[in-house]
């Protein structure tokens, strides 16, 4: 019986949210700052609680992305995950990462950003990826999400449809917010927050 390792990937793996710095790197700095500034009534909502993170992501991924065809997203996410994610990895989740496929573990990124972003990235490292889907209809994005956002509860039930957690011998999780605490209460070995520098 081999190990389950489960990573939240941003805050935990990295040291900035991909998602934003994904939009930030494929719009241009100008049409990003002038998109944020249009949403900041329901940024501010957010901030205090108001508005749902999803319905957020969706209005972000909407001003961007909307009728974007999947092959220009898709060619994105790969310039993204070549040139940018490696600059924001912290090393020694990076490293905890790897010592865990070196011993055979099974290692899953359990992500709230979008699944098609982080997908060329951990096709490329042999990674599990349970993320975010977007809606994509006649090959081009709608800007909505498709199910749930991946946060709290939702990623254990996403985690409970893909493993059966008894066919491990142990189970890892590691992650940084409390929308990660459902996922850490099904390791054997959580840990919250362990690569941050002390």
Known sequence: MKNLALFDFDGTITNSDSFLLFVRKTVGLWRFYTGMAMM??????FLFKLYPNHYLKEDVLIHFFYNWSLDSFRKAADDFCQKTISTILRQKAWACLRRHQDQGDQVVIVSATPELILAPWCEKYGLDLLAT?????????????????????????QILNRYRLGDYREIYAYGDTEGDRPMLNLATHASYRPFRRR
């Open 40 to 45: 900041m009534p329901q940024i501010s909502m």
């Open 133 to 157: 889907r977007l809606q994509v209809i006649d090959g081009r994005l709608t800007g909505r999400i498709e199910g749930e956002n991946y946060r709290g509860q939702v990623k254990v039930t």
